[in-house]
């Protein structure tokens, strides 16, 4: 998949996460992850957003995560909700599950 | 406690709504400003009254106020994210907040991250750990070694004799001379046409090093009340942010050491920027030179000037004020559609 422009999705609520997909230039996988519970799961949720990149087969890509608590499903749905805007592609629900 | 709410787009054009809001955040001793473009509410379901608001003009989120009693609930988070997402359909993504200090950290945790703090009156935060970031990449990749280093903003709209005059006496006196252009498409000539003709007639001066001032140099993220009437004092606060992050963020990383300024005659807003540069500058160590402008027929040249002729169907007169390439731009067919909206409007930039 490949990103052509910004896109966000999610929101700062408890419990959510907001995720910005953007183009990066230097054509690598950057990741930027603020989370309120950063401490306890924070190489976890590193490693989810890592495996979720990679099942969306994107290479290059800056990512901005601002997470509130989410639990992984959710913060899995941002992500690919993120990306499939960033991507301007529609998306095939079916073959996605 | 626990409530339910309902998110609602206010329609700023209903005066009945509008005023619902005024009222809201009077209560909070804040006023909602009249360059709002989009205004969020949060009404209580149960009897539909406003606990929360936040408002948003072009790429900067303001007005915000949460009841008293509801603080603390996550309102503002909610609120937030609305503006985001309804920015981003307008294509905004970089987004701007001014608050007080003592409000930066509930922003901090919703995503922003600050870009200048002023003492005691005002932060500026924006929504990306990079914005600030990268415009310093970009122009710290044009730095060039040297001892007498100084810097000059020009919007140029468009660029003069007086602009050339300007920038020839400061190169002179410089080793190296940064240009920053106000990156602001504000003006009625576009940013891509102001840069063009600061290149063009300044192609025979070879320290010159020409930057885009991007959301960091008088833009209106930095310094809204340049481009909105307002209030002297908040101007003020306004222009102390936009110098405090010349002289923290983009003076240093290029060592500039003095900046160049045209004297100005006509705008008083320009005038009280340039007096406040004066008093500030030298106190982060940065020297502030004012030149006088340069006249034709005992009148200073200035680009209100140019453009007041053009509305005066005055065209040819310019000609004696701009240099050969501006005004062959001003005869070309690009500029037909600029000079027509000079002559239909009678706006200050």
């Known amino acids: 998949?490949?990103?052509?422009?910004?896109?966000?999705?999610?929101?700062?609520?408890?419990?959510?996460?907001?995720?910005?997909?953007?183009?990066?230039?230097?054509?690598?996988?950057?990741?930027?992850?603020?989370?309120?519970?950063?401490?306890?799961?924070?190489?976890?949720?590193?490693?989810?957003?890592?495996?979720?990149?990679?099942?969306?087969?994107?290479?290059?890509?800056?990512?901005?995560?601002?997470?509130?608590?989410?639990?992984?499903?959710?913060?899995?749905?941002?992500?690919?909700?993120?990306?499939?805007?960033?991507?301007?592609?529609?998306v095939n629900w079916k073959e996605r599950a | 406690m626990n409530h339910e709410y309902a998110l609602e787009k206010i329609n700023l054009?209903?005066?009945?709504?509008?005023?619902?809001?005024?009222?809201?955040?009077?209560?909070?001793?804040?006023?909602?400003d009249h360059d709002v473009s989009l205004c969020l509410v949060l009404r209580l379901t149960l009897n539909q009254k406003i606990v929360a608001t936040a408002s948003a003009a072009g790429k900067v989120l303001k007005c915000f106020a949460v009841d008293q009693d509801l603080q603390g609930e996550g309102l503002s988070n909610k609120l937030i994210s609305e503006l985001i997402h309804k920015k981003a359909e307008e294509n905004i993504r970089h987004l701007f907040v001014f608050t007080k200090p003592e409000n930066t950290f509930l922003f901090e945790s919703l995503g922003f991250y600050v870009v200048a703090k002023l003492e005691g009156a005002v932060d500026l935060l924006e929504n990306t750990p990079y914005g600030l970031n990268n415009f310093k990449k970009e122009i710290i990749e044009k730095r060039i070694e040297g001892n007498n280093i100084a810097g000059l903003v020009v919007n140029c709209n468009p660029f003069t004799l007086g602009h050339q005059y300007l920038i020839e006496l400061a190169s002179k006196a410089s080793d190296v001379l940064h240009l920053f252009v106000v990156w602001e498409d504000a003006s009625v000539f576009p940013n891509t046409v102001r840069l063009k003709l600061i290149e063009e007639g300044t192609k025979h001066l070879k320290n010159i090093v020409i930057h885009k001032g991007h959301d960091y140099i008088i833009s209106r993220a930095?310094?809204?009340?340049?481009?909105?009437?307002?209030?002297?004092?908040?101007?003020?606060?306004?222009?102390?942010?936009?110098?405090?992050?010349?002289?923290?963020?983009?003076?240093?990383?290029?060592?500039?050491?003095?900046?160049?300024?045209?004297?100005?005659?006509?705008?008083?807003?320009?005038?009280?920027?340039?007096?406040?540069?004066?008093?500030?500058?030298?106190?982060?160590?940065?020297?502030?030179?004012?030149?006088?402008?340069?006249?034709?027929?005992?009148?200073?040249?200035?680009?209100?000037?140019?453009?007041?002729?053009?509305?005066?169907?005055?065209?040819?007169?310019?000609?004696?004020?701009?240099?050969?390439?501006?005004?062959?731009?001003?005869?070309?067919?690009?500029?037909?559609?600029?000079?027509?909206?000079?002559?239909?409007?009678?706006?200050?930039?």
Not at chain 2, 315 to 343: G, H, M, R, Y
Request: aromatic content about 6%; some cysteine.
């Open chain 2, 222 to 349: 930095t310094f809204p009340t340049y481009f909105i009437k307002d209030d002297d004092k908040i101007l003020e606060t306004h222009a102390r942010l936009d110098l405090q992050i010349f002289a923290d963020s983009i003076a240093p990383v290029l060592e500039i050491k003095k900046r160049y300024v045209g004297a100005e005659p006509y705008c008083t807003t320009t005038n009280s920027y340039n007096k406040i540069m004066k008093e500030f500058l030298p106190t982060k160590g940065i020297e502030v030179v004012e030149l006088a402008r340069k006249e034709f027929n005992t009148e200073a040249i200035s680009a209100s000037k140019v453009r007041e002729l053009i509305r005066e169907n005055k065209l040819s007169e310019c000609k004696n004020i701009v240099p050969a390439s501006t005004w062959d731009f001003l005869n070309s067919f690009e500029a037909e559609k600029i000079i027509q909206k000079i002559k239909t409007t009678q706006s200050r930039h």
């Open chain 1, 1 to 90: 998949m490949e990103i052509k422009k910004e896109a966000v999705a999610g929101t700062v609520e408890s419990s959510d996460a907001m995720v910005t997909i953007a183009p990066n230039p230097t054509g690598a996988i950057e990741i930027h992850l603020k989370s309120v519970v950063e401490r306890q799961f924070g190489r976890q949720i590193r490693k989810l957003v890592e495996e979720t990149l990679k099942n969306l087969k994107i290479k290059s890509a800056i990512v901005r995560i601002e997470d509130k608590g989410a639990l992984d499903a959710v913060l899995r749905a941002r992500l690919e909700a993120a990306a499939d805007r960033a991507s301007e592609q529609k």
């Open chain 2, 13 to 32: 054009s209903s005066k009945k709504e509008k005023k619902e809001v005024e009222d809201f955040l009077e209560k909070h001793q804040l006023l909602l």
